[in-house]
């Protein structure tokens, strides 16, 4: 085996059983990774110097063949089922043995790599790829050690990913040829049969949601954060759902960014588990998106996108490959990055929804119980044309905002959340990103701007002595004011100008609530069951 690059003295390739590779390239700079995938012919440059790459069959996660290992680290802890599907440990014994043997005589990418930017809960990680373009996002996306440091690094986690090496389902245990699994005993992923590269990084952030809350004390959370100054001021945590404005409303160029995705509350305060973000791009403009358009620039990443016709300028309007095109930079390609990625303890907290229906108000204040209901329930709305088959709104409801990447109960973060509300005093808000006017075909997506400035006056105060109402059927507060913001905007049943409409869709989005948390009744008390939106029928 040839190895190059700084390669680790310590626990190196021959302990996780690949001595055969051919080579093996140690934490190779993003210029020699970009120069290895451009030989390797995995992607191109585009003209603002990022790598453009194409993640295959799969165009993003397979939540279906997510697996962990139930043995008896994991038997009485995870929340077994459609989500955390059980994988027996003597198939993934063989599977992982398979993929040493697939790798022999091949040439891998191997980084070392933090998770987890406050020292005290850092994860080690080591990954081993065969893409060098994979390699480099997880430069991008994991906390990226000291040079000094890689001599004697000593790996406490490690993914093995081969997008060419594909299961056999009979033989191996696997739903399809493609597999995630997660082995908490061995502390290993295995990822085969899928070029999507955020599997690594969901994989990683399942293992901290997992360690963290039960082994720490840590609230681990799918959320971003910004704070208000480099280095100080309050912090601000945005949870939602993919297509709400988790990363768009957090690269805030008045605040400093602490992370765009992933986060742990501990009683300091607030860290991000990377070092880089996962944007979407999907129609990405430099007028809308400042920041991120900026940051894909040389060391980004850019999947599955297209160049206009004749250039090498990415067409962010090009869906024919996936609506789920992506970019992955390292969070120092945002100029206002907090350094490290640490802020204090959060003094509000906004819950983003893209309400398709357009009946929730576009901010709302929610008291603890409604918080805690809301973020179990963690509601958003597809719309139609976003997925075949899909002529209406859809509702979408993911347990705390991120239930595909929760091994255990629901209840065990919100019952952390509330907590720290009480402890904290903190402020929650519900944010409609989605449609004002009407639901998805008649009304009009909230602008923006107007989010924007919602959002800013719940940071700064305004919104602290403005009167407010109760909806009637979701009981949240409405604010009877905000600066820059029409009055209008601010009541969802106003802007819809037909009364009798509004109020049959806000009851069947009640109802929709409703029959939802009916799995969750049982652990809930009455304080969260209090927050429950309640269908008012004389209304219509």
């Known amino acids: 085996m040839k190895e190059y690059g700084l390669k680790s003295s310590k626990a190196g390739l021959d302990s996780l059983g690949l001595q055969n590779v051919s080579e093996a390239y140690w934490n190779l700079t993003p210029a020699e990774l970009v120069e290895h995938a451009l030989k390797n012919k995995e992607g191109f440059l585009t003209d603002t110097g990022a790598l453009m790459c194409d993640t295959g069959k799969f165009t993003g996660r397979s939540p279906k063949d997510k697996f962990i290992v139930k043995d008896d680290k994991t038997a009485d802890k995870v929340w077994w089922g459609n989500i955390n599907i059980p994988f027996d440990s003597d198939k993934f014994d063989a599977l992982h043995q398979k993929m ?7 040439k891998v990418y191997v980084r070392d790599a933090y998770a987890g930017a406050d020292k005290t809960y850092r994860l080690k990680l080591r990954v081993v790829n ?44 696997t739903r399809q040829k493609n597999f995630a699994i997660i082995n908490f005993s061995k502390n290993i992923i295995l990822i085969g049969g899928t070029g999507y590269a955020g599997e690594m990084k969901k994989g990683i952030f399942s293992v901290l949601n997992f360690t963290l809350p039960s082994e720490h004390n840590v609230l681990s959370m799918h959320c971003s954060a910004n704070m208000s100054e480099k280095g100080d ?33 501990t009683d ?25 358009y900026d940051a894909i620039r040389f060391g980004a990443i850019v999947e599955n996108t297209r160049f206009l016709p004749g250039t090498r300028t990415v067409d962010y309007s090009n869906v024919s490959v996936t609506e789920n095109t992506r970019t992955a930079y390292p969070i120092h390609h945002i100029d206002n990055a907090v350094s490290p990625s640490i802020g204090g303890v959060p003094k509000n907290i906004f819950f983003l929804t893209c309400d398709a229906y357009g009946v929730l108000p576009p901010i709302s204040k929610l008291s603890k119980g409604q918080a805690m209901y809301h973020f179990i329930s963690g509601y958003t709305a597809k719309v139609a044309g976003t997925e075949a088959g899909i002529t209406e709104p859809q509702t979408v409801f993911s347990a705390c905002f991120g239930a595909p990447f929760l091994p255990l109960h629901p209840t065990t973060y919100a019952e ?8 904290n005093k903190v402020n929650v808000w519900l944010v409609n990103t989605g449609w004002s006017g009407g ?9 923006l701007k107007y989010t924007r400035e919602m959002i800013s006056a719940a940071l700064n105060g305004s919104l602290n002595d403005v009167g407010y109402r109760n909806h009637s059927i979701f009981g949240c507060a409405i604010p009877a004011t905000c600066p820059n913001i029409p009055s209008e905007v601010l009541s969802p049943r106003e802007t819809w100008k037909n009364d009798k409409g509004y109020y049959e869709m806000a009851n069947k989005l009640a109802a929709e609530f409703n ?23 004389a209304k219509v």
């Not at 029959?515 to 029928?537: H, S, V």
Request: proline fraction near 5%.
């Open 268 to 292: 300091q305060g607030v860290f991000n588990f990377e070092g880089g973000c996962y944007a979407k791009t999907i129609d990405l403009t430099k007028e809308k998106e400042p920041q991120i």
């Open 233 to 265: 001021g309050d912090t601000a945590i945005f949870f939602g759902l993919s297509g709400t404005g988790k990363t768009t409303l957090s690269a805030d160029e008045n605040r400093g960014l602490i992370g765009d995705d992933e986060h742990g509350w």
């Open 515 to 537: 029959e939802n948390f009916k799995k969750f009744e049982e652990y809930a008390n009455d304080e969260i069951m209090a927050g429950a939106p309640r269908p008012n029928l």
């Open 416 to 423: 952390m959340l509330g907590k720290k509300m009480d402890e």
């Open 439 to 447: 639901p998805y075909g008649v009304g009009s997506r909230m602008k």
């Open 100 to 106: 040493l043997d697939f790798l022999a005589d091949k």
């Open 130 to 173: 065969t893409q060098a373009w994979h390699n480099l996002f997880c430069y991008n996306m994991f906390l990226r050690p000291e040079q000094y440091k890689l001599e004697n690094f000593e790996p406490s986690f490690t993914i093995i990913n081969a997008p060419e090496f594909e299961a056999d389902p009979e033989a191996d245990g």
